[in-house]
């Protein structure tokens, strides 16, 4: 899978331009007014995205909702994001977008969007107020969790392997980074 390409441009992107870019498979992310093309996923991410969605499904609670990429996530004008997973408050969902804080934002790492998904999506969440960012990384397998407490990101759980992480947000569910990537 080819890098993450950033586009430049003479002053920042903004979601009106983002509206105006065509829809080719591609994933046009801004990351306060730097645009970001990433290719489309492969099948391991694929798979572990669609595993993932259904734990997050059985486990939804009344007034939140699961949503699987694409959806834009814009909390400002020079920010839109699109986790490969989020959770949120189902008053909080637009005609076309989501603007409120995320209740969970997921990514899965693949080698194309590593650095971009630990760091800079990282910081992009945690600024933005997403209260809970949970990274997977098929290759290991592993589930990395990070919880906003009093401003910052903090580690409430990572687990690797047939360990199974029991968390609370953004309700309760049970997850088992093994299982997420086999085939059903």
Excluded: C
């Excluded at 489309?40 to 993932?52: D, E, F, K, T, Y």
């Excluded at 407490?149 to 997850?175: I, K, N, S, W």
Aim: glycine letters at 6%; zero cysteines; a negative charge.
């Amino acid at each position: 899978m080819a890098a993450v390409t950033v586009m430049p441009r003479e002053g920042d992107w903004t979601v009106d331009d983002l509206d105006r870019l065509p829809d080719d498979g591609l994933q046009y992310e801004l990351a306060d007014g730097v645009l970001l093309v990433t290719p489309a996923p492969l099948p391991p991410h694929q798979r572990v995205l669609g595993n993932l969605h259904l734990v997050l499904r059985a486990a939804e609670t009344p007034g939140t909702e699961v949503f699987v990429a694409p959806l834009d996530y814009r909390p400002s004008r020079v920010r839109s994001l699109q986790p490969d997973l989020l959770v949120v408050r189902v008053e909080d969902v637009g005609p076309a977008n989501v603007q409120r804080p995320l209740l969970l934002a997921v990514e899965i790492l693949s080698r194309s969007t590593r650095s971009k998904d630990l760091l800079l999506k990282r910081g992009l969440y945690e600024d933005s107020g997403v209260a809970s960012y949970w990274v997977v990384d098929p290759e290991e397998p592993s589930l990395l969790v990070l919880d906003l407490v009093d401003g910052p990101y903090v580690e409430t759980a990572h687990v690797h392997g047939d360990d199974v992480a029991r968390l609370e947000r953004p309700f309760p569910v049970q997850v088992q980074p093994s299982a997420l990537v086999r085939r059903r």
